[in-house]
């Protein structure tokens, strides 16, 4: 039990169980104690009495516990804040040991089954930035809520369907007319040549141009997913658009549509009446050409992800479907299921800065920079750093120059550097020929940690509530579905660690003070290793 858990119990007990939920957090003010509760003023309006006075008859019940606080102070307009003892903290430390690898992480997954969808780009050519930050973002996001103990499964949707399959045989059909000397005409809906031609070359045996286009799109998937591979984005399951409609899963839908009454034609086209369901206006469901639009198929997807038996559907999309998401939910409404196991996470924009410029690193005119172009450039450490370290619901400017550095300034290499001087501090320790082995389970040899004077006390203090607030990083990101949280959570624990490092010698010529040190320092590795673990990065150990 962590040490704001032990103060929401002594609270509870303080007010006879009169509270549904006690909040403890962390004050804005470092000189206003370690933890901090608006209790009192949640109760008084309940109570229709002064917050004061509440606040100060909870205080006098739990003042006389020192083993958990040493400092109780109220505040108007009636906030308790505490001041943690440091027994509290060091029995609070000791389960960074006991549990080890699983710090942080939920002990019991939920009952709850959540489906994560994402990149899902089509089979149509190399993956770009913008799929990038999509890649990083879900596959962090699946890793989080797994260590939140959520029940997950994640998805990469292959729309292999329709025309822009159509189109990709075609301009692979063009580009095999043309390496084998026939004169072709070259259509401006097809494809960039220059994206395609490389898979082309190897096909072989193709009769038709549906042939080579299947040929090429097989090609080309094997290719995103080596790629996704290489920067540790994978998924459970890959979905094929065109098994919706073999399966007949489309006609379903369109049929049941139209029982329900929520469609109509105009004009040949058959329409959704999506206004009814808040939409800016209705969508067509299949053009007068008789072709399906990707609503349709998508409608189907999604049902058949409820009828997989998912709770609960996260599915991340570019911030161009942005508007699209209100047909698709109306249409599932319509259909008698509940939109609200739907959820979209709309993912902006990513532009690259160079040499203090915004620059294109692709050479074909008017093309989008590709993951492997920038994968050229950063290591796919900083990569996912970098693109998860700004919340999805921002546009961001991915700067090549920082993500190069080795240095401070660098935030991934800086978080990095921490564990790895972790691990240098436990080799030159070995190297001492010191042969007692170290035991990271005894709250009374932690306790020398804070023997020391300030600025000692006070660093390794603040780093010991850094390194204590990591579970509730997880479960607050967790629930809010932002990794970038994490992220942001281990610049500052690397911070604390280094100004520790910089006022603390660790290895010292008292014994006792040593071990200490060498167990916060453990601690660190331990947190600093499960936080990138959820984001998919590596910890190295010397670097």
Known sequence: ??????????????????????????????EHGDAATNIAMVLAKARKRNPLEIANEIKEKLKANTVLISRIDVVKPGFLNFTVSDQALVESLSEVFKLNENYGFAQKKSKEKILVEYVSANPTGDLHIGHGRQAVIGSCLVNLLDKAGYNLSSEFYINDYGEQITKLSDTAWAIYEKLN????????????????????????????????????????????????????????NWFSETDLHKNKEVDKVLKNLKEKGVTYENEGALWFKAEEFGDVRDRVLIRADKRPTYLVADIAYHIDKLNRGFDRLITIWGADHHGQEVSLKGALKALGYDANRLEIIFVQLVSLKQGGQEVKMSKRAGAVVTIKEVLNEVSSDAFRYFLIATHANNRMVFDIDLAKKQDKDNPVYYIQYAHARCCSIFRQYKELNIEEKLDFHKPDLLMNLFKSDIPEY??????????????????????????????????????????????????????????????LVEAVKITIANGLKILGISAPEAM
């Open 1 to 30: 039990m962590s040490y704001k858990q032990k103060i929401q119990s002594e609270i509870k007990k303080a007010v006879n169980g009169f509270a549904d939920e006690i909040i403890i957090e962390k004050p804005k003010l470092k």
């Open 458 to 519: 006070t660093v390794t203090k603040d780093l010991v509530l850094k390194i204590l607030d990591f579970p509730e990083e997880v479960i607050l990101a967790a629930k809010s579905e932002a990794p970038g949280r994490i992220a942001n959570y281990l610049k500052d624990l690397a911070t604390s660690f280094h100004q520790f490092y910089t006022v603390c010698r660790v290895i010292t010529k008292d014994t006792s003070l040593t071990k200490a040190r060498l167990e």
């Open 181 to 236: 000397g026939k004169e072709v005409i070259w259509s401006e809906d097809f494809y960039p040549e220059e994206g395609i031609s490389a898979y082309v070359k190897k096909c072989s045996g193709a009769n038709t141009s549906l042939q080579l286009g299947g040929m090429v799109k097989d090609l080309i998937l094997k290719s995103q997913e080596e790629l996704l591979s290489s920067f540790r984005v994978q998924f459970n």
